[in-house]
């Protein structure tokens, strides 16, 4: 199971197609296909008076052309121990596909008093 942002990070990049391919939202220039960006929201939940628990909802996009379905592959197996929520598309403006791989984990924010 995912721990950490930068473990997931860290598996996108063991995938040797996205080594330096990959960045935070979006690329400050054009990028050769294929190339990935990943973007995560926190969500905290808890007692009243203690949020010990923050959900990390993590977002994957991967761009290329043709559609990649060995590539697809390989960050669901670099990702096989977590429940992932995939879709498709493509992107008639800029003549590529996006896949795009959802998941959450939730990341231990502090210890309660005792």
Do not use: C
Request: glycine share 2%; hydrophobic share 35%.
């Amino acid at each position: 199971m995912i721990q950490s942002i930068q473990e997931a990070i860290d598996r996108v990049e063991s995938i040797l197609e996205l080594k330096n391919k990959l960045v935070y939202d979006h690329f400050t220039e054009a990028q050769q296909l294929p190339f990935a960006a990943y973007t995560y929201d926190y969500i905290t939940g808890g007692a009243d008076d203690y949020k010990g628990v923050s959900w990390i909802d993590f977002r994957l996009e991967l761009y290329s052309d043709p559609r990649d379905m060995s590539l697809e592959h390989k960050i669901l197996i670099a990702f096989d121990d977590t429940e992932l929520n995939t879709s498709s598309d493509y992107i008639e403006s800029e003549r590529m596909y996006i896949t795009a791989f959802r998941f959450r984990f939730p990341q231990k924010l502090t210890n309660p008093n005792p």
